[in-house]
C-alpha cells in the first residue's frame, strides 16, 4: 500500500470518527424539544454533551486540514464547488457553537437559543449527508477539475436522500445516547423518541443503500450495508428493551459501516466527474508529494494517540448518567429574611 492509499484511509477513518462523535451531538440538539418538559429536563439533556461537543468538533478540522494537506486538488475542488452548501453548514454549526454556549449566561434568550440549537443540528446533519452523498456519486467536473454546476445541482434526489437518512440515523444515535447518559423521565422519553427514529431511519438507509449499490458500487460493499442494516434494526430493538450500552454501540456500528460503504464505493477516486470519467479526481492525480506524506505520517503518528487518549479520558470522566436532582440541587438558594 504506497502513502496515498495510506492517506485516504486515514482521511476515511478521520470522517468516521466524526460521523459518530458528532452524530449523537447533532441527535441531541434536534431532539431537545421532543425529551423535555421544562429548563431542568433540558439542563440534563445539554448536560450530557456539554463536556465533550466541541471536542468531538476537533475531528471535522482535523479531517478538513488532512484533506487540504494530503490531496489539494480534491480539497480545492470540494471546497470550491460546494462553497454555498459548505456557507450554510459554517454558519449552522456557529450558530450551535452559541447556542450551547450562550443559553447558560443569558437565561432570558434560553428559549431562543434552544430553537436555534434544534434548527442548527437538524441543519448541519441535513447538510453533511448531502454533501456525503454527492461525493459519492460525483458531481460535474471539467478538465481542469472545476465543478461546473450550481447549488441546485448538489440538490438533487439521490443527495437529498442521502441527507434525509443521515438526519434519522443521527436522531437514532443521538436518542440512544441521551437515554445511556440520563435517567428518569428524560430517559424514558429519549428511548420512546429513538424507536420511532429507528423505525424511520431503517427503511430510509435501506433504499439509500439499494441506491447506492444499484449506482455503480462494488458487489463486496453489500457487507457493511447489510451490517448498517441489523445495526439499525438492533438499536432500535435493544433501547426498546432499556439496553442503552449495546444499542449505542450498534448505532456506532451502524455509522462506520454506512462510512465504510460509502468510501468504499469511492476509492480509488477522491472525486468523481459525471460530466467524464476521465475528469475524475483520484488518489493518484489529487495527492501531494510523497515527501509531504512522509512528513504529515511523522506528524499523525504522534499526535493522533495523543489526541484520543485525552478525548477518551473525558469520556471516561463524564461516564455518569445525569438526574434533575443534579441541577435541582446546583441552584442557589434564596437567604432567609
Known amino acids: 500500500m504506497?502513502?496515498?492509499?495510506?492517506?485516504?484511509?486515514l482521511i476515511a477513518v478521520l470522517w468516521t470518527g466524526y460521523l459518530c462523535l458528532e452524530g449523537f451531538d447533532f441527535g441531541v440538539g434536534m431532539l431537545l424539544p421532543?425529551?423535555?418538559r421544562d429548563e431542568y429536563d433540558r439542563k440534563v439533556a445539554l448536560g450530557t454533551i456539554g463536556p465533550v461537543w466541541d471536542g468531538n468538533e476537533v475531528w471535522l478540522l482535523v479531517a478538513g486540514g488532512a484533506m487540504f494537506a494530503a490531496f489539494p486538488e480534491w480539497y480545492a475542488s470540494l471546497f470550491s464547488g460546494f462553497y454555498l452548501a459548505f456557507l450554510l453548514l459554517l454558519v449552522a454549526l456557529i450558530l450551535r457553537g452559541i447556542a450551547l454556549e450562550y443559553r447558560g449566561k443569558e437565561p432570558r434568550w434560553a428559549p431562543v437559543?434552544?430553537?436555534?440549537?434544534?434548527?442548527?443540528?437538524?441543519?448541519?446533519a441535513l447538510l453533511v449527508g448531502v454533501a456525503l452523498a454527492n461525493v459519492v456519486r460525483g458531481v460535474p467536473l471539467d478538465a481542469d477539475h472545476e465543478f461546473t454546476?450550481?447549488?441546485?445541482?448538489?440538490?438533487?434526489p439521490y443527495a437529498l436522500l442521502g441527507g434525509i437518512t443521515t438526519v434519522l440515523v443521527f436522531a437514532l444515535h443521538g436518542g440512544v445516547f441521551l437515554a445511556l447518559k440520563t435517567d428518569g423521565p428524560v430517559r424514558e422519553r429519549s428511548a420512546a423518541v429513538a424507536v420511532t427514529a429507528g423505525v424511520l431511519a431503517v427503511p430510509a438507509g435501506g433504499v439509500f443503500g439499494a441506491w447506492t449499490l444499484v449506482d455503480g458500487a462494488p458487489l463486496w460493499v453489500l457487507a457493511p450495508v447489510a451490517v448498517a442494516a441489523g445495526g439499525l434494526v438492533g438499536a432500535?430493538?435493544?433501547?426498546?428493551?432499556?439496553?442503552?450500552?449495546?444499542?449505542?454501540?450498534?448505532?456506532?456500528?451502524?455509522?462506520?459501516a454506512v462510512a465504510v460503504t460509502l468510501f468504499g464505493s469511492l476509492y480509488p477516486d477522491v472525486l468523481p466527474s459525471t460530466t467524464d470519467?476521465?475528469?475524475?479526481?483520484?488518489?493518484?492525480?489529487?495527492?501531494?508529494?510523497?515527501?509531504t506524506l512522509t512528513i504529515m505520517t511523522w506528524v499523525a503518528a504522534v499526535v493522533t494517540p495523543v489526541v484520543l487518549c485525552y478525548?477518551?479520558?473525558?469520556?471516561?470522566?463524564?461516564?455518569?448518567?445525569?438526574?434533575?436532582r443534579d441541577f435541582v440541587a446546583a441552584e442557589p438558594t434564596t437567604p432567609e429574611g
Open 2 to 9: 504506497e502513502l496515498v492509499d495510506v492517506w485516504f484511509v
Open 34 to 36: 421532543a425529551v423535555t
Open 113 to 124: 437559543l434552544d430553537r436555534i440549537l434544534t434548527g442548527s443540528s437538524l441543519a448541519a
Open 149 to 156: 454546476g450550481t447549488l441546485l445541482t448538489l440538490l438533487n
Open 236 to 256: 432500535t430493538v435493544l433501547v426498546a428493551r432499556g439496553r442503552e450500552g449495546w444499542a449505542f454501540t450498534a448505532t456506532t456500528t451502524a455509522i462506520v
Open 277 to 291: 470519467p476521465a475528469f475524475s479526481l483520484t488518489v493518484d492525480n489529487a495527492s501531494s508529494t510523497p515527501y
Open 311 to 324: 478525548q477518551a479520558w473525558t469520556f471516561w470522566v463524564f461516564r455518569r448518567r445525569l438526574t434533575r
